[in-house]
Structure formats: structure tokens, C-alpha cells
């Protein structure tokens, strides 16, 4: 997946917004809370997202993934895609779209409401 990719899917998704952050990191929101960042590697993209506890530590471990630097020295959820051989792109989708999932539930339910959400 591509940063030009990743943003397409994510901007499909209801009630996102996107912004720059963090030194030029693609960061997508949803009801104004982040839910993946795509960023900080030139050659390979990466791409980082929340995950259920059982999913983080099913993935930690793969080639090409691990703890999210930052968010996961904190005890947070989070996986960072980062090299080959990684995800294929329909898994880190279905990563991405779950990290919404995650988010969007945190969410209050007027907030969901108000994104269309509920």
C-alpha cells in the first residue's frame, strides 16, 4: 500500500478527516481521534494503527511489524507496519478499517451520532 492509496481508502470512510502531522505523517481521524498514521519511512511506507489486545500481540512479532514506537513504550495498542514482508495489502486494510472500528466505539454517542455513525 501506498501513502496515495492509504488515503483514498481512508477518506471513503465515514466521517473522517485528514491532516498533516508529526513531520509530513499522513494521520487520519475519526471523530477527531486518530486511528492510523502513515509516515516516517521513505523508502517502504509504514503505516501505524490501534489494535484489540489480542490482536497486538498476535502481530508484534511478524517480519515487518511491531510495537508502534511511542505509542507502545506508553502500554497502548498500537502496531506499526513497517517493512517487507509485513501485511499484504488486503490484511493491513482489514487492520486499518478494524483501528477505525476501535476508535469510532471510543467515541461518545452523541459524537457517533453526529458523523453518522450509530
Known sequence: MTYEQ?????????????VTQWGGSHVWKVGGKVFVVG???V??????FKVS?????RLRDLPGLRPAPYLASRGL????????????????????????AIVARGLTKAARAKLGLV
Open 53 to 57: 489486545e489480542v490482536e497486538f500481540f
Open 39 to 41: 509516515g516516517w519511512e
Open 77 to 100: 495498542k498500537w502496531i506499526q507496519h513497517f517493512a517487507k514482508p509485513g501485511l499484504r495489502d488486503p490484511e493491513l486494510r482489514a487492520c486499518i478499517e478494524r483501528s477505525y
Open 43 to 48: 523508502d517502504q511506507p509504514a503505516f501505524t
Open 6 to 18: 492509504l488515503d483514498a481508502f481512508c477518506k471513503a470512510m465515514r466521517g473522517t478527516t485528514y
